[in-house]
Structure formats: structure tokens, C-alpha cells
DNA sequence: CACCGAAGTGAATCCTGGT
DNA sequence: GACCAGGATTCACTTCGGT
């Protein structure tokens, strides 16, 4: 599993591609935004070099009138044109166009995930499957903050769906059901997934306004990319957009390639991956099959940013310590676990609550996990 | 667009359809049960005379489930050619001859409902589309115990998909907008709805058997017929099954058809619908008054006595004040309209709701006339 | 600084009937 | 079909300003 390339094997294979000299390997352009048309850009790049393909093309919203709030308010609509298309063949073309590349240039044991609404979710899964791609999962992302029907003509709109999809029926490829397992609280990962909205600091702005309409949340690229890659693999995003895709690799340490046409959104992105930190080795290091494992949903903290990966807790006096790692189990010195479980091994205790155990800093205050726990918790009950 | 919910227009659409025998009599077959293939089992309906469908259609072709061609032809694993492109274009045929026929017996302001999971529910979506049917919502059903994945190789699937679509684009719909609310203590109904699946005693088995092996909750048809369709309206299920639709139907004082080509199935499902009581007359009355709030003019609170003619309105923060007069008008200085209007007109809004934009006094409280109108509301229906 | 209330906002296919 | 007028409609969260 994650086998990472040689750029030698790489380039032996691209050469008869792209007609180039034997000693010249081709170097994908990672950590880089090409500007211009996804589809020209992504002829730009290998055929089979590319371990994950993650995509949120336009959705063809067809959006009517002005909408506004019963409070009188003015909804602030997308209105871009690169989300209008005239008619569902002109989408269509447009779809199977970007796949067509994305199949081409994704190694065989690489996969597509596809972000979409009803609008038009339907065709671009019909489409990649005429194309081949398998469909493994689709994913429900439910908003725990949509916005309401405001007009009370139907059910509110709460979901968006994600298609994970791999080169093919048979073909091989890439999942961390361990790490996943860990993350949800020791239960199979499920194919809906409750996240927030990106909002707050997380939102992009420029001069009080969001500087892209539909700017995805962190927590949801981290799934996708802790879920389906390894750490070193090349992430390829064809509608770039803002970034979050780039920002969350880069902090994975997974590799990033975007296609974006639009230069306000390249410099946002380019600006905002640039303050990104990788998380450093230990963090990332995540749960193996067979391993013991976190018994609580420690992991969504880490998910949605309420601890970092890499942050270091400590219990009261100060007498251990353990690192945070990106799936939410903890390491120290050789050992790992959950929360609870390393928290038990390291005191050689019978039980250790590790919610009251562990502490971390924030600021100059010493807090206890379970200060984040209830954070997150008013955030995300539902 | 257009959301039909009031009993005026209701009982103009009911109208309609009743004089049809009159002139030419059509005899749907309600309550029963067609036997054979469901195109041809639709050709009988006559057009544009029911008012939801309702379909589960098969997905398990590549389980080796049989499907006959539109053409009638049967599809056979082994004499045609099974790849992937002959599968998805014989269900792709299967699939738009029964969306045909679902479409030509709709009423114009009928609605379709199609239930599938990942395996079909693309193909399906993007050929209703095709045809002209217009996505209203698509709902997730949230399974509260789904199957485990046991090989731990993807998400657990924990969902099915449902398309809720008008006839198009422009054309009307129904929607109980209110009875949704309620169901869903006072807050909107979103686009996932958690239910369980179907086991225990409304699971149908015989010999320790399940009958079928697809049943869908009740829970699950309850919510879609009491969402999109009033007392009378007539369901056309194409894949009856054991008839969960029917009797669902059938206790919510809907009438019914179903059409299946299982003899097992058809006899279960009229011996289950057969044991289903419909909810008696006053307690579908008291569940529908309860949760459709027919529209109340404001004029009709004045004549009623609940706000009396001269009396003060005025907003929360007494910027504007305007006089109830007579007719249920407004007057505020020498600017008149209706509770609407004037609060639009003196806010210089694109729109306000009248309702909740005027207060009033009455002893030493301020409350919104709103709540006068609740009031009037509660007397209006003992 | 804490607390509270008001204001703002998010991928939204968001009204109906009469002239 | 365009236009106009009457009428009905919001949830969860963040930010900001006042007390």
C-alpha cells in the first residue's frame, strides 16, 4: 500500500508519452497551480502518475431570480459564470472532457473522488462510470449548518455527495479503514459524514468579502486525503479554486498539484498553502490494522481543528507526555494508543479516563482534552 | 415551481378530475395489484391521471437479476456480451421505458419519487433528467443500522438515495410544507432523514424467510406520502413488492396501485394491505388541520374582532407606526397597503412579512400579530 | 473581561394568481 | 409571456457592539 514512485520508474514510463530524451525524467509540476483550462493542463501531466484525483467541478446550479430572507435580507447567490452552462449536454461534454484526463493521467491503483449536488451529482456519476471508474462508496457530507429553504417549497437542502471512485472493477486501491475506524470512535467509518460548513477564520476573506463562493471545509478534504492516500502521494485538484485541497495535502504531507483559471483564486491559494505547516512525522504516523486503538471520538477533534496533530499533552504533574497524531491516537517515546489506553499503559494504571488525564496548553491556560471535547461538542451536537 | 397547499386549490385540482368520468370515464384500477412487467402494466394507466409514483426499481443486475429489454428481449449473462457497457445500457433501457410511462400517467402537477443506492441511482437521476423531470430535492436516507462493511475495505454503506421531481422544470408541485415542520418539532425538514431499517415485526417473512429482499420501512413511505400528497391522491407504485406502498397508502387514506410480477410478492402484499386500517376520518382531519395552516387574510382577524379597527401597530423597534383599519389596510401617515406591503413600503425592503414585522399591545405585552392570527387559527378549527 | 443581544451569512435549481 | 400585487417564509453559527 503506498508505494511511492521513483521519479526513475516514473520517468521510463512517461517517455513514451510525452516524446522526450531517455535521461530527461519528466518532473510533475507538484506544489505547483497550473493556470488555464483543467483539461489543457491536465494533458500537461503523465499518463498514470497521479495517486488521487480530487475534484469539485462547477455545479450547474441553474439558479433562478434574486432570493431573499424572510428578514428581507439579500442571499448572495453564485452568479460566476464558470457555473453556467446552457444547456445538460454542454455540462455533459464539460464532464466527460475533464474525466477523460483525470482517468488518463491517475496511476492504476489511483482514485477520483467527485464533490457534487443534485444538480449535477447524477450526470457526472453516470458519466464516470460509462468511463470505467468504480464506483466504491458515494459519501453524504451532511451540514450541520445549511442554509434553510427560506421559502418553505421544499426540504432544506443539508447535504452534498461525494463519489470515491477507483480505475475500475478490478482494479486495486487505497484505504486506511484503520485510521478511519480510529477517527469515528471506534466504529466503521459510514458513508455520511456530519461536518460543519467552512466559515469563521477558516472562510477566506478580501475586504470583508469571501473571496470564493463555495470555499470547501478543511475537515472534509482531511477525511478524503487521511482516508485514501499515503503520506507522499500526489494529489492532483482540477478545479483548485482556493486551495483547501492544496493547504490540507501540504499539512498531511501529501504531495499537491492544482488547476485553477481564475488569478484572484491562484493567489489566495498560493498565499494561503504558503502560512500551511506540515504536521511533522510522529503526528502523521497513523493507526496500523491490528493495532489497540482510541475508544472515543477523540478523532473528530483532531478532524476538525480542535487539536492539532502534533500538539503535545501532558497529565497534570507533568510526568508523561504524548503527541497528538493526524488520526487521533496518541504516541510516546515507542508507544501509542488511544487516549484512554496509552494514558492507562504509561501510569500501568487498570483504567485511565483519558479525556481528565491528558491536558494541553492553549495560551498561557493548561486545560484538560475534555475542555476541547466540550467545545466541540456545543459546535457539532446535533 | 409553484407549491400547492391550499384547500382552494386543491379542491379545484380534485374537481378537475372528477369531471373527467363524466365526459370519459376512466376506471383506474385502484386497490389493486397489475400483473406482469410494469411498461406494460403503465400502457393500461391512462395519461395524466396519478398523482405520485412512487419506484424502487431493481439495481442488482450484475447479481445476475434478470431484466427484459424494452424491447422485451430477455438479457442474458451468459449468451450476451456482460461487460460493463452492455449492463449499464440495458438497465439504461429498462430504466428510461418505465420512467416514460411514470411520466405520460402523471398529472402535470404530479410528482416521482425513485428510491436506488450508488449501483443505480446516477443513471437513474441522469436519464429523469433526460426526460425532463426536474429535481426538487434529493434525500438521503440515513440508515441508523445499516450492514457493517465486513471486510474493512470501504465506508460503510449507510445510506440509500431518494429523487423527489416535479414533471419540470416550471411545473407545479405539491409539498406539505407545514406537516413536514411539525414531524420534525418545529424545525425545517432537511434532506437526510435518519430512519432504521426494516426488521422485526413489520419485516414480512414466511418459513422464517424474508419474503422480499429489499422491504423498505413504512417510516420511510410515510414520510414521502405525507409529504407530497393529500387525503384522495392516487400512488402508483411500478415496483409494488410486498406493498409497503399500498399499505401505507392505505392508512394514511390515500388510494393505491401497484404493479409486480412476483406472484409471491403480490399475494403478501394483498394479504398485509388487506390487515392495514386507514386512519379514521377525524384522525387524518385533526393531523391535517393541525399541520397545513390554510392561509388567513388579515382583514378576516378584524372582522373577527381579534384586532380591532384603530388600533396601533408598530415595528419591534417603534420606528413606524400604521392604523388597522376596516378592511384589515394599513394606514401610516398618508401611506397605505396591506400588512405586506406597508412594512415593505416604510422599510424600503424588497420584501417583509407582515406578520412578524407588526406588533401590537395588548394589557402590558407586545406581541406580534402573528399571534392573533394563532389564535384566530385555534378557534377557526374546533 | 464576561455576558448578552443584534446583525450577518452560507453551492438555493425558493410564490401565485390575475390582468 | 410580462407585469403587478398580494401574501408568506429561516437554521446554525459567527461576529460585533454594548453593558
Same mark, same amino acid.
Given at each position: 500500500?503506498?508505494?511511492?514512485?521513483?521519479?526513475?520508474?516514473?520517468?521510463?514510463?512517461?517517455?513514451?508519452?510525452?516524446?522526450?530524451?531517455?535521461?530527461?525524467?519528466?518532473?510533475?509540476?507538484?506544489?505547483?497551480?497550473?493556470?488555464?483550462?483543467?483539461?489543457?493542463?491536465?494533458?500537461?501531466?503523465?499518463?498514470?502518475?497521479?495517486?488521487?484525483?480530487?475534484?469539485?467541478?462547477?455545479?450547474?446550479?441553474?439558479?433562478?431570480?434574486?432570493?431573499?430572507?424572510?428578514?428581507?435580507?439579500?442571499?448572495?447567490?453564485?452568479?460566476?459564470?464558470?457555473? +453556467?452552462? $446552457?444547456?445538460?449536454?454542454?455540462?455533459?461534454?464539460? &464532464?466527460?472532457?475533464?474525466?477523460?484526463? =483525470? #482517468? @488518463?493521467?491517475?496511476?492504476?491503483?489511483?482514485?477520483?473522488?467527485?464533490?457534487?449536488?443534485?444538480?449535477?451529482?447524477?450526470?457526472?456519476?453516470?458519466?464516470?462510470?460509462?468511463?470505467?471508474?468504480?464506483?466504491?462508496?458515494?459519501?453524504?457530507?451532511?451540514?450541520?449548518?445549511?442554509?434553510?429553504?427560506?421559502?418553505?417549497?421544499?426540504?432544506?437542502?443539508?447535504?452534498?455527495?461525494?463519489?470515491?471512485?477507483?480505475?475500475?472493477?478490478?482494479?486495486?486501491?487505497?484505504?486506511?479503514?484503520?485510521?478511519?475506524?480510529?477517527?469515528?470512535?471506534?466504529?466503521?467509518?459510514?458513508?455520511?459524514?456530519?461536518?460543519?460548513?467552512?466559515?469563521?477564520?477558516?472562510?477566506?476573506?478580501?475586504?470583508?468579502?469571501?473571496?470564493?463562493?463555495?470555499?470547501?471545509?478543511?475537515?472534509?478534504?482531511?477525511?478524503?486525503?487521511?482516508?485514501?492516500?499515503? +503520506?507522499? $502521494?500526489?494529489?492532483?485538484?482540477?478545479?483548485?479554486? &482556493?486551495?483547501?485541497?492544496?493547504?490540507? =495535502? #501540504? @499539512?498531511?504531507?501529501?504531495?499537491?498539484?492544482?488547476?485553477?483559471?481564475?488569478?484572484?483564486?491562484?493567489?489566495?491559494?498560493?498565499?494561503?498553502?504558503?502560512?500551511?505547516?506540515?504536521?511533522?512525522?510522529?503526528?502523521?504516523?497513523?493507526?496500523?490494522?491490528?493495532?489497540?486503538?482510541?475508544?472515543?471520538?477523540?478523532?473528530?477533534?483532531?478532524?476538525?481543528?480542535?487539536?492539532?496533530?502534533?500538539?503535545?499533552?501532558?497529565?497534570?504533574?507533568?510526568?508523561?507526555?504524548?503527541?497528538?497524531?493526524?488520526?487521533?491516537?496518541?504516541?510516546?517515546?515507542?508507544?501509542?494508543?488511544?487516549?484512554?489506553?496509552?494514558?492507562?499503559?504509561?501510569?500501568?494504571?487498570?483504567?485511565?479516563?483519558?479525556?481528565?488525564?491528558?491536558?494541553?496548553?492553549?495560551?498561557?491556560?493548561?486545560?484538560?482534552?475534555?475542555?476541547?471535547?466540550?467545545?466541540?461538542?456545543?459546535?457539532?451536537?446535533?
Amino acid at each position: 500500500m503506498g508505494v511511492i514512485e521513483t521519479a526513475k520508474t516514473r520517468a521510463r514510463r512517461v517517455e513514451k508519452v510525452v516524446d522526450l530524451p531517455l535521461e530527461q525524467p519528466i518532473a510533475l509540476p507538484v506544489g505547483r497551480i497550473l493556470d488555464g483550462d483543467c483539461v489543457e493542463a491536465m494533458r500537461s501531466i503523465p499518463s498514470a502518475s497521479i495517486d488521487l484525483v480530487f475534484a469539485d467541478p462547477p455545479y450547474n446550479l441553474q439558479l433562478g431570480g434574486d432570493l431573499n430572507r424572510p428578514d428581507g435580507s439579500h442571499v448572495d447567490a453564485v452568479t460566476d459564470d464558470w457555473d +453556467k452552462f $446552457d444547456t445538460f449536454k454542454a455540462y455533459d461534454d464539460f &464532464t466527460q472532457a475533464w474525466l477523460v484526463e =483525470a #482517468k @488518463r493521467i491517475l496511476k492504476p491503483d489511483g482514485a477520483l473522488w467527485v464533490i457534487g449536488s443534485y444538480h449535477n451529482i447524477y450526470r457526472v456519476g453516470a458519466i464516470l462510470q460509462d468511463l470505467g471508474f468504480w464506483i466504491l462508496n458515494d459519501i453524504v457530507w451532511r451540514k450541520s449548518n445549511p442554509m434553510p429553504n427560506f421559502r418553505g417549497t421544499r426540504f432544506t437542502n443539508a447535504h452534498e455527495t461525494l463519489l470515491w471512485c477507483s480505475q475500475g472493477e478490478k482494479a486495486k486501491y487505497h484505504f486506511n479503514y484503520r485510521a478511519m475506524k480510529t477517527l469515528n470512535d471506534e466504529l466503521q467509518m459510514r458513508s455520511d459524514w456530519v461536518l460543519p460548513i467552512c466559515n469563521g477564520a477558516e472562510r477566506l476573506k478580501e475586504g470583508g468579502h469571501k473571496v470564493h463562493p463555495t470555499q470547501k471545509p478543511e475537515s472534509l478534504l482531511y477525511r478524503v486525503l487521511l482516508s485514501t492516500t499515503e +503520506k507522499g $502521494d500526489v494529489v492532483l485538484d482540477p478545479f483548485f479554486g &482556493t486551495g483547501t485541497t492544496g493547504a490540507v =495535502a #501540504k @499539512r498531511l504531507g501529501r504531495q499537491w498539484i492544482g488547476c485553477e483559471r481564475e488569478g484572484v483564486y491562484r493567489e489566495a491559494a498560493l498565499k494561503r498553502i504558503a502560512k500551511e505547516l506540515p504536521l511533522d512525522e510522529s503526528a502523521l504516523t497513523t493507526m496500523q490494522a491490528g493495532r489497540s486503538a482510541p475508544k472515543v471520538a477523540f478523532g473528530a477533534l483532531v478532524e476538525n481543528g480542535y487539536l492539532k496533530p502534533g500538539t503535545e499533552l501532558f497529565d497534570k504533574k507533568r510526568r508523561w507526555t504524548a503527541t497528538v497524531r493526524a488520526d487521533g491516537s496518541l504516541a510516546s517515546g515507542k508507544q501509542t494508543g488511544s487516549i484512554h489506553g496509552l494514558g492507562k499503559e504509561l501510569q500501568g494504571a487498570p483504567s485511565c479516563n483519558g479525556w481528565t488525564f491528558w491536558h494541553y496548553e492553549t495560551g498561557s491556560e493548561v486545560k484538560p482534552i475534555d475542555a476541547a471535547r466540550q467545545l466541540y461538542l456545543l459546535a457539532v451536537e446535533d
